[in-house]
């Protein structure tokens, strides 16, 4: 199982950006999906996640700007950005939690490679 992620990119403040993730391989389920980013010299913190059941958990910093949205059928999470801010500079990482495959009785997790969010002032 992979994790691809994409849409990131430098945007101006105030503006916006969308990213997203797609789980391939042979999946039967994921429980949770979410999103991670890490600044420069700073800890990876939580951003946002969507279980199952479509209930979200997001940081204050972003609540009221991001919205995380999945897409079961395609294996998909996505990160709508808005009103950006500097700060929102950093690597956002996806990432994809309790995975269970077609045969399997475990679940685990799996980290998506990270993609670069750059908010001009």
């Given amino acids: 199982v992979q994790l691809q992620a994409s849409g990131g990119g430098l945007v101006q403040a105030g503006g916006s950006l969308r ?7 042979n999946i039967f389920r994921i429980n949770d999906m979410g999103w991670y980013r890490q600044a420069p010299g700073k800890q990876r913190e939580l951003v946002a996640t969507i279980n199952s059941g479509d209930i979200t958990n997001y940081a204050d910093s972003v609540k009221g700007r991001f919205t995380i949205l999945r ?10 950005m808005n009103s950006l801010k500097p700060e929102d500079t950093a690597v956002y990482y996806c990432i994809a939690k309790q995975i269970y495959v077609r045969g399997g009785t475990l679940g685990f997790d799996r980290w998506g490679q990270g993609t670069l969010v750059t908010v001009s002032s």
């Fill in 71 to 80: 897409d079961n059928a395609k294996n998909t999470v996505y990160l709508q």
């Fill in 19 to 25: 990213l997203s993730c797609t789980a391939s391989g």
